[in-house]
T-cell receptor
Framework: DGGITQSPKYLFRKEGQNVTLSCEQNLNHDAMYWYRQDPGQGLRLIYYSQIVNDFQKGDIAEGYSVSREKKESFPLTVTSAQKNPTAFYLC????????????FGPGTRLTVL | GENVEQHPSTLSVQEGDSAVIKCTYSDSASNYFPWYKQELGKRPQLIIDIRSNVGEKKDQRIAVTLNKTAKHFSLHITETQPEDSAVYFCAAPFSGNTPLVFGKGTRLSVIA
């Protein structure tokens, strides 16, 4: 899991602003995922991508957008349409899909001021 | 879609005792069941996983059992130590190769 990096570690946003969270991996994994973690809520899937230039919505995609232009990168944009964005965001990757071990990045804690 | 229920939500044990966390899932086609450990402020890390072709897997003090008929799987930690204190998550995919659905987590506290 040391091959997945997320930046920044902490991010503060004013209401009405879009922000982009970075996720990079050098594990040569095809699949990448974004999760949101709130206290007592476990991990909820926002978006996932199983191949470059393709991605699918997860359970809570509203107010978020992603791109997958490169195999190594899967940035997440939190838009102003996300009503309650304060949370811990985790990126993960796996070799090909859900039946392979997922490795997580260190996370980004987003706080809306 | 897949629904994963995890119990208990919190668990306190004395050092040296065993801890058991149980998860149930709804999709009978699910065939991969990982367990993750997350320490405070850190990333989740895989500690053990099991596939549907076996009923039990063990790695030192950690074991996972799977009952496909009843659609539940359990994490067993023996001889608990303070460093086992963390939040543990179970997960299962829905219908094959779709992304994992995670349980809501169990906060384990090992009391010295």
């Amino acid at each position: 899991d040391g091959g997945i990096t997320q930046s920044p570690k902490y991010l503060f946003r004013k209401e009405g602003q879009n922000v982009t969270l970075s996720c990079e991996q050098n594990l040569n994994h095809d699949a990448m995922y974004w999760y949101r973690q709130d206290p007592g809520q476990g991990l909820r899937l926002i978006y996932y991508s199983q191949i470059v230039n393709d991605f699918q919505k997860g359970d809570i995609a509203e107010g978020y957008s992603v791109s997958r232009e490169k195999k190594e990168s899967f940035p997440l944009t939190v838009t102003s349409a996300q009503k309650n964005p304060t949370a811990f965001y985790l990126c993960a990757s796996s070799i090909a899909g859900a039946l392979d071990t997922q490795y997580f990045g260190p996370g980004t804690r987003l706080t809306v001021l | 879609g897949e629904n994963v229920e995890q119990h208990p939500s919190t668990l306190s044990v004395q050092e040296g005792d065993s801890a058991v966390i149980k998860c149930t899932y709804s999709d009978s086609a699910s065939n991969y069941f990982p367990w993750y450990k997350q320490e405070l402020g850190k990333r989740p890390q895989l500690i053990i996983d099991i596939r549907s072709n076996v009923g039990e897997k063990k790695d030192q003090r950690i074991a996972v059992t799977l009952n496909k008929t009843a659609k539940h799987f359990s994490l067993h930690i023996t001889e608990t130590q303070p460093e086992d204190s963390a939040v543990y998550f179970c997960a299962a995919p829905f219908s094959g190769n779709t992304p994992l659905v995670f349980g809501k987590g169990t906060r384990l506290s090992v009391i010295a």
